[in-house]
């Protein structure tokens, strides 16, 4: 029964729609479209009057991250073409493919929000369609493969698919430059948008662009964050509130790194070091708690990287900066207390996290303004 505000014994009709009549349904005027020829012949109409396509390709569970990614395209572009798919190519064999959250019906009301909004905005451009393949539609030759040896079609970038991300998800970026390069084949966009926070998934894309002299321009937009900073991901709903406190960790490692920088270290050694020792103090400190209390942890990688190629620095130039990224792998609770907050699946399965900060001498100083 829904709650009614009542004034002076009687139900306040103002408050009270649900009972006479329902909310209007949001009436987004974007198109679905879940085949290719579809899609085709809309964005050939779109070539006709010289429209400029704008497309964010995302694996749904959308967040505010994505709705950043499409508000900036739908402010440099007429249309904005929105993928949602989650591609199983870019899944090993042991990863979360199947647990991978799907929210089709929260993810179309916020895009039907998010068309409203821009409307009331009246931005350059409006969300025009969706794309909702499924697999049989993305990979119609062979059923996809999972395997590191595994047959079908495949774009490869060697070697950048194979370091950081890549060194722990051995088929991560193949999968990913595979269904990107179908995507854009279909969509065929005047921009592509990806956001930041994936930085080595930005430069596997790019490099693919140009190498494949594919007719697209990449923008990278800024990583969204929440409140206390942790980078928005559609994976953190895995998080319950005691991994979720943990889990700022890696940002912070970063901060530490992007401190010593502004102090004057330029070596690996001390920039590296600074992370480490942030991580490992943590990771001590949870290791030391009783199963019932801890969030434990893996290091992965901390990667201070040069910001064109992405290849390891030893010692980074003032002038030129670099990227440091990290990811860490939380682990399943051990014993869940009663009543403790839990993450969706209990908390019971491994989350891998991932972040990167641009270290340059503007932003360190900025940082320490704030
Ligand atoms: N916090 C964020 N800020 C900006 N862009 C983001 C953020 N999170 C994801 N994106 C971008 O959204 C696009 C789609 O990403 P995806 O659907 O995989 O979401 P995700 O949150 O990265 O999910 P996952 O938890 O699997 O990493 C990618 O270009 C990704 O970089
Ligand atoms: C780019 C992408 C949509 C390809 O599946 C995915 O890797 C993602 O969501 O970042
Ligand atoms: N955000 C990148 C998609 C993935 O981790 O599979």
């Not at 009972?19 to 009436?27: A, I, N, W, Y």
């Not at 931005?123 to 119609?140: D, E, K, Q, V």
């Amino acid at each position: 029964m829904p709650r009614l505000r009542m004034i002076k014994g009687v139900p306040s009709l103002r408050l009270r729609p649900y009972l006479s009549s329902p909310p209007e349904p949001l009436k987004p005027s974007f198109r679905i479209f879940k085949t290719v020829p579809l899609l085709r012949n809309d964005r050939y109409e779109a070539l006709v009057q010289r429209q400029v396509v704008g497309f964010v390709p995302t694996m749904g569970a959308l967040h505010e991250g994505h709705l950043a990614l499409i508000r900036q395209a739908a402010r440099e572009t007429d249309q904005v073409y929105v993928s949602i798919y989650v591609n199983p190519t870019q899944f090993g064999v042991n990863e979360d493919l199947s647990s991978y959250p799907q929210t089709w019906p929260t993810d179309y009301q916020k895009l039907a929000t998010m068309e409203q909004e821009l409307s009331r905005e009246n931005t350059r451009g409006r969300i025009h369609a969706i794309f909702l393949p499924n697999t049989t539609t993305m990979y119609p030759g062979l059923p996809p493969s999972s395997e590191i040896e595994g047959d079908g079609s495949f774009v490869t970038i060697t070697p950048l698919a194979k370091k950081l991300e890549g060194a722990s998800r051995p088929v991560f970026f193949r999968g990913v430059a595979t269904v990107v390069m179908k995507m854009l084949n279909i969509v065929q966009p005047e921009k592509i948008y990806f956001g930041q926070k994936d930085v080595q998934q930005t430069f596997v894309v790019k490099r693919m662009v140009r190498d494949f002299h594919l007719n697209t321009k990449v923008i990278v937009a800024p990583t969204v964050r929440e409140d206390d900073g942790l980078a928005m991901s559609s994976r953190n709903v895995y998080l319950g509130a005691r991994r979720r406190r943990v889990a700022l960790v890696l940002l912070n490692a970063l901060k530490a790194v992007q401190e010593v920088f502004a102090r004057g270290a330029r070596k690996r050694v001390y920039l590296h070091k600074a992370a480490m020792e942030v991580l490992t103090k943590v990771q001590k400190q949870q290791q030391a708690l009783p199963a019932s209390q801890r969030a434990r942890f893996e290091i992965d990688y901390i990667s201070i990287a040069d910001t064109e190629t992405l290849d390891e620095l030893e010692e980074v130039a003032s002038e030129h900066g670099a990227i440091v990224s990290g990811a860490i792998k939380m682990l399943p609770i051990e014993e869940p207390r009663p009543g403790e907050e839990l993450g969706i699946g209990g908390d019971a399965s491994a989350v891998r996290l991932i972040d990167n900060i641009r270290l340059d001498l503007l932003s360190a100083k900025l940082d320490f303004l704030t």
